[in-house]
């Protein structure tokens, strides 16, 4: 047992200050996801492919001389050439114009039916949560009620009730797609509120309104973000099932899924009529997917190496 | 546990109740009626046809006179299909489409496990993007665009399988594919997520620590743990696939329930509709029942006690 | 560092901004000083596209602004019949082979007439033709109420429909019409086989035959039962049930003489009985049968219909088994052709009272008398017809099976054809090019609908006959049918279609077009004249 020379082993001190320094760099909690999401590269690719849709979106439009719901009855069923870059759909009109005026419609409708969603689950499952007792009692057996409630029934009739347009389509979804989000928040509320730093803010008088916003909302944000990026294609795809069924915007507006239901009955001999659109809401819904998982990780804390 | 089944019946009871009531309401707003043809039909035949279904009575009373049916377990004629009991419209055509979405499910949740394990193992790595890519692509196009596409290309160019119909094995491939791989998505996400969950838990660094073989590790204590959360979500799921079988039925011609959810509400056939959604309400009812009740049983950590403030 | 932050407020801000800017669409400006006017359509494809076609051609040609206003099925026929609509587009098909089906629809009151037409010479016009018995007249007196109509402007023609199909070509002899049951195969044959397949499209809602209104019922049980008579490939009555009859000179009374070796499918004979119980059924108010107006032609029945008069006193009556005896109200010279529809078709009294509230729910809740028999009834999924051996003319039926599909989708229809699951498929405009494409010969026929601007005459716009001349004359017809419809339709410039016999011939043919298409000139006219009575300027 005397192997080990006594010269190997020397004192390094007690130096006070060193041991109080932090190794890995200072990030927030924002920044340190920033940079895990940067490491993803799907995950980036995804962003800049919606940052690119949105653009078009914009942008696109005005690109062409035609207007979305120009006809032309000689270039019916025209396919994409240098005057119509998409081609031309069943009454003559640009395509290339439709599919971006139809990517504000689309993109619209999945951004704000995503809104209400999570504004409305918030604030719902945030009270439920953090009150509890009988409040949360009542406020969950009506979320349990929406929950049992057939969605596609109550959208369609809702959808025939109200007049046809973007507005009713957005109320239509947001009826009871905030159920999920709700439900979500209030598990959160539930766990966050017996921590120590809520229980330190109710100690100091902080009101109920301020613990919510100012301690718990700041936690669950991750979360929500995450949960927009799946709501939005979801909004987006409900829309193109309703277009499918006959129900949808105004006409002539376009959205993604009328030109693509319009386009699924020309496929074998226009197949333009389909792809443009098809493409459009798969390569949306792709990133918006693959962004929000690569968000999940990167917001996740447990994930952080 | 007794005692909350048994309240949960009653709010589950209470919610076909409201569901019932709140749906009677907005489908009595809905325009249209459901006698009016294609020919217009005289002011005086109009009348008799109404009279005879009740629908000249005002809507509060129709209301007491429905729910009075209801609690017989009477759900009615059909006001289109003029000679058939929404009742057996349900019980015909419900078998079809549970069929065809067990099927689909059956699918999504082989597959969709499966992509699921492969992309949490290779974490980050190529494979799980792979993986991750396939599941996304069925969640990312429409069902009636795959339903279509696959219809034209795999049935009328390859004549792989039949086109319409419900008859053979054969017949139920496309469709179910087709109605399965939005699930299969779902399905392998929650699996990845929840399998990265637990392969962070201290538990598996333990085992692995212990020298045990990454198989045995990921088999053992993942897949097991993992598995939990991914149950939970499969009774909305189920309720959800059998709902979503109308675009599927309608393009290859399959005689399930589905195609009744949108034409009941299309031709104002009211009985049909609130027998449909009540009978889709139960079963989302029943599905959220059974699975917080598995919920308890599987995971111990929950009980399913009435909590006191 | 905040850039991930930022980089994800800017994708929202833009998506946010985006939404902002862009929720008022850009619209050319026009100079019209009419309001916005609304079209009626319902949700099906078709009809939205349509609508979209003139909507594109009023804004192009008058400046004029359209907003499209679309509804379930249900609802626009619903919103047509209570006038809670400005224009819409529809069609009607005959009941029967006489210009009548159509010209009586826009009596003052009249229960078709939706748009709210009065007009006390057109309705004159109307009665002296029904009441005269003699064919020439008849067609003189609708030809010139067709003329009042159409420069009264009631209603805005624009097509008379035609269909394309295809078909195996070993199929021979199926008949396609304006009447039901079309397709009819009655005549049909198959080579090397006696089993055919075709789409019947969705579940026949009601197989009874007084109380149906639907054509896919029509259609199967025009192949399952037999009036009186029935109709020939041109349309005209031949022999069915009765094996001839005679009308009186007034054109009032009718004796029909039944065949004594028909027989029902359970053995019984059909007998005279058997059309007086179902006509009277028909007609009987607590059967509420939608399609009861077609009986109207006979005495009392429309007043027994109302309650005010006995079932006794309606104009029908069974003189012995062979012998029917009908007293019509007014003289209708196609009343022949009339009994070959599927409202007059008989029931046995006996063999209703034993099936009772169950009648026509299933394939053995029926008896049959016509050439096939309904064998398997798969409800949503498909029919199959059996050969009737005991029909009286079962040596001429050559098919042994038809078998009907229910594919509601047009294009999995056309997919079940082209893979061999069906005989026999209607053609869209639009999937012509493939159908080419795959070699098969496109056939045509005349489905006998007429296609209209509906205009509400009560619409404070539309009440100004000057606007919807403007909106009838601007419409490109010849365009509209080549381009958007892409099927053999014909451009319609009268309401009554071609298909519709006349003095000798076709009636749209001897009396010709009634105005011009695509007249802008006269519609530029029409439009500032209508603005200016309207004190729009």
């Known amino acids: 047992m005397s192997a080990i020379e006594l010269e190997k082993f020397k004192p390094i001190g007690m130096d006070i200050e060193d041991s109080e320094r932090i190794t890995r760099p200072s990030l927030t909690y924002w920044q340190d996801a920033w940079r895990r999401l940067k490491m993803n590269k799907l995950a980036m690719v995804s962003l800049y492919v919606l940052i690119g849709i949105v653009i078009m979106a914009i942008i696109g439009p005005y690109l062409r001389p035609y207007t979305f719901d120009e006809q032309d009855y000689m270039e019916i069923f025209s396919p994409p050439s240098k005057d119509h870059w998409f081609g031309t759909d069943d009454l003559g009109r640009d395509l290339f114009v439709r599919v971006w005026m139809g990517a504000r419609v689309s993109l619209r409708i999945g951004f704000f039916a995503a809104l209400i969603d999570i504004v409305v689950g918030m604030i719902y499952g945030g009270i439920s949560g953090y009150f509890g007792g009988r409040t949360d009692d009542i406020m969950m057996r009506i979320v349990d009620i929406l929950y049992g409630i057939p969605y596609m029934i109550i959208v369609i009739l809702l959808m025939i009730l109200m007049e046809p347009g973007e507005l009713t389509l957005i109320i239509a979804m947001s009826i009871t797609g905030w159920v999920g989000t709700a439900r979500l928040v209030r598990g959160q509320v539930l766990q966050l509120k017996n921590q120590e730093f809520v229980l330190a803010a109710k100690t100091l008088g902080a009101s109920p309104w301020r613990i919510i916003t100012k301690h718990m909302f700041p936690n669950i944000l991750g979360i929500m973000i995450v949960q927009m990026t799946m709501d939005i294609p979801g909004a987006i795809f409900s829309e193109a099932f309703l277009s499918y069924i006959g129900l949808g915007i105004k006409l002539p507006n376009a959205s993604w899924g009328s030109l693509a239901s319009d386009g699924i009955k020309q496929v074998v001999e226009r197949p333009w009529m389909l792809i443009f659109p098809a493409v459009m809401i798969s390569l949306t819904m792709l990133s918006f997917n693959i962004l929000g998982d690569g968000l999940r990780d990167a917001l996740d804390p447990k994930l952080r190496n | ?309 | 560092m905040k850039r991930g932050k930022k980089l994800i407020t800017l994708l929202l801000a833009t998506v946010l901004l985006a939404s902002v800017a862009f929720t008022g669409c850009s619209d050319k400006g026009s100079a019209s000083k009419l309001p916005t006017l609304k079209i009626l359509t319902d949700d099906s494809d078709t009809a939205k596209r349509y609508a979209q076609a003139f909507q594109g051609m009023w804004q192009k040609e008058l400046g004029i602004k359209v907003e499209i206003d679309s509804t379930t099925f249900k609802d626009r026929l619903q919103r047509t019949q209570e006038g809670d609509f400005q224009i819409v587009m529809a069609g009607w098909g005959p009941d029967y082979n006489d210009p009548m089906t159509f010209m009586d629809m826009w009596v003052t009151d009249g229960p078709f007439n939706e748009g709210g037409y009065a007009n006390p010479e057109y309705d004159e016009l109307i009665a002296k033709a029904k009441a005269s018995p003699d064919n020439d007249e008849r067609m003189d007196l609708m030809a010139q109420a067709e003329k009042i109509l159409i420069e009264d402007m009631a209603i805005g023609p624009i097509y008379f429909r035609y269909r394309d199909y295809i078909k195996n070509p070993k199929l021979q002899g199926e008949v396609r019409r304006a009447f039901a049951p079309d397709p009819d195969f009655y005549w049909a044959s198959i080579e090397d086989g006696d089993s055919i397949t075709f789409n019947i499209g969705t579940e026949p809602p009601d197989m009874d035959p007084q109380t149906t209104t639907d054509t896919v019922s029509f259609q199967l049980l025009g192949h399952t039962f037999e009036g009186l008579t029935r109709l020939d490939q041109e349309g005209k009555a031949m022999p069915g049930m009765a094996k001839d009859w005679e009308v009186s000179d007034d054109g009032l009374e009718w004796t029909f003489n039944l065949r004594d070796d028909a027989k029902w499918s359970d053995g019984k004979p059909v007998t005279a009985h058997d059309f007086e119980y179902a006509w009277k059924r028909a007609l009987d108010p607590e059967l509420a049968s939608q399609y009861a107006y077609i009986l109207y032609y006979i005495e009392n029945a429309e007043e027994y219909y109302n309650g005010e008069a006995s079932v006794d006193d309606v104009g029908v009556e069974a003189v012995d088994d062979t012998t029917l005896k009908v007293r019509l109200a007014l003289p209708a010279p196609f009343f022949d052709t009339l009994v070959a529809f599927g409202t007059f078709m008989p029931l046995n009294e006996e063999y209703h009272k034993s099936v009772g509230d169950k009648y026509a729910s299933e394939a053995d809740k029926m008896i049959y008398n016509g050439p096939f028999v309904m064998t398997t009834w798969d409800h949503d999924s498909k029919v199959v017809l059996k050969k009737n051996p005991d029909y009286w003319n079962a040596d001429e039926i050559k098919l042994e099976t038809i078998e009907g599909l229910m594919i509601k989708d047009a294009n999995s229809a056309l997919n079940e054809f082209l893979t061999g699951g069906l005989d026999i498929v209607g053609v869209r405009g639009d999937q012509k090019e493939q159908v080419k494409k795959e070699g098969y010969e496109l056939l045509h026929y005349a489905d006998g609908s007429s296609w209209y601007f509906l205009f509400n005459l009560e619409d404070e716009i539309l009440a100004n006959e000057n606007i919807r001349k403007a909106l009838t004359y601007s419409i490109n017809r010849q365009a509209f049918v080549e381009k958007i419809l892409q099927d053999d339709s014909k451009v319609g410039l009268g309401f009554v279609p071609p298909v519709m016999p006349g003095k000798s011939g076709s009636f749209r043919e001897e009396v010709g077009d009634l105005f011009q298409d695509y007249d802008i000139k006269t519609a530029k006219k029409c439009l500032e004249k209508g603005i200016e009575e309207l004190g729009l300027e």
Not at chain 2, 249 to 264: D, H, K, R
Request: glycine content about 10%; overall charge positive; cysteine-free.
């Open chain 2, 1 to 309: 546990m007794g005692r909350y089944i048994g309240k949960r019946f009653l709010h589950s009871i209470f919610t076909l109740f409201i569901i019932a009531t709140v749906t009677f309401i907005l489908m009595n707003l809905m325009p249209g009626k459901p006698f009016t043809g294609e020919k217009p039909i005289p002011e005086e035949i109009r009348k008799n046809m109404e009279a005879k279904y009740g629908l000249d009575k005002p809507i509060h009373e129709r209301y007491v006179i429905y729910m009075k049916n209801l609690l017989r377990g009477d759900l009615g004629m059909s006001m289109v299909h003029k000679h058939r009991s929404v009742g057996s419209i349900i019980k015909e055509r419900f078998p079809i489409s549970a069929s065809l979405g067990l099927r689909a499910l059956s699918f999504a949740l082989i597959a969709g496990l499966f992509l699921g394990i492969i992309a949490a193992v290779n974490h980050g790595k190529t494979w799980d993007y792979v993986s991750m890519i396939i599941a996304v692509i069925g969640v990312s196009v429409p069902s009636f665009i795959i339903g279509g596409l696959l219809q034209y290309f795999v049935g009328v160019k390859l004549r792989l399988f039949p086109v319409t119909g419900w008859e053979s094995f054969k017949h139920t491939v496309i469709p179910s594919f087709a109605l399965g791989l939005g699930t299969l998505a779902v399905m392998a996400r929650m699996m990845r997520t929840s399998m990265l969950d637990v392969l962070n838990q201290d538990y598996i660094k333990t085992a692995k620590a212990k020298g045990l073989p990454r198989r045995a590790v990921v088999w053992r204590h993942g897949i097991r743990n993992a598995i939990l959360p991914v149950v939970t979500i499969l009774g909305p799921l189920v309720a959800g696939i059998t709902t979503g079988t109308f675009v599927v039925e309608n393009i290859f011609a399959i005689p399930g329930l589905g195609q009744f959810l949108v034409s009941s509400v299309n031709q104002n056939d009211y009985t049909l509709i609130m027998g449909l959604t009540l009978f889709y309400s139960l079963i989302l009812v029943t599905m959220n029942f059974i699975v917080d009740i598995l919920y308890g049983i599987v995971d111990p950590r929950i009980t399913l006690v009435e909590r006191k403030e």
